[in-house]
């Protein structure tokens, strides 16, 4: 006798979402964490929730409302297109809360000089950490591409030069802009028609 098998959902088993092709859900909330699935981006806007300071004794209302608000208006400024670039935003926000809360706690009335310099000195390494991601997140956003203007050619004997516009693309090939080829036509050197000009042209003159 074959045991019956239970179809009853399990608990504690997590839902293993279907790839971005055969997705064909409309998430909600992708503006804020940059993924199709609106379970990542609203945890990860709790996550970023959770970094702010609102107080010793938050009271729930429109004000506190209002700050959770602002927060979430950041990472719809920030506008993810992706996972990665969702959490980049969210480490913005951390990395600029704890700067603000840093310089917030050197400047308390009762600080102590210690106190004073210690929270000064980890704002100072916060803001800079802030300005390294906000930089890789540009630098994600441009998918490590570069422009490189060429505004000096130097053309020598047997080579060719290419004016214009040379972009390096992320594959690492050269696409040139309406390039310009310029080539070097070797040609005889020019010779002084006066014999005797040239030999006092070359001579070089002994010890007086």
Sequence with gaps: MNAAVSREPRENVAYCPPPDELDNSTPQ?????????????????NHVIRTAWYGRNPQPGKDLDDKRTAILAFLAGVNPSDTIEGMM????????????????????????????????????????????????????????????????????????AIVGQ????????????????????????LRCEDKEQEREAVSVAGNA
């Design 29 to 45: 909330l992708k503006h804020l964490g940059g993924s199709k699935s609106d379970q990542w981006n609203l945890m990860l806007c």
């Design 89 to 160: 935003a969210a480490q913005l926000f951390a990395s600029h809360a704890a700067a603000i809360e840093c310089y917030r706690r050197a400047m308390l009335a009762d600080q102590s000089v210690e106190g004073r310099q210690m929270n000064l000195t980890l704002a100072a390494k916060l803001t800079r950490a802030n300005a390294e991601q906000a930089a890789a997140l540009s630098k994600y956003r441009g998918k490590g591409q570069q422009k490189v203007v060429v505004e000096h050619v130097h053309v020598y004997q047997g080579g060719q």
């Design 166 to 189: 040379v972009a390096l693309g992320g594959s690492g090939k050269i696409s040139e802009a309406q390039p310009h080829a310029i080539g070097y036509a070797e040609r005889a050197p």
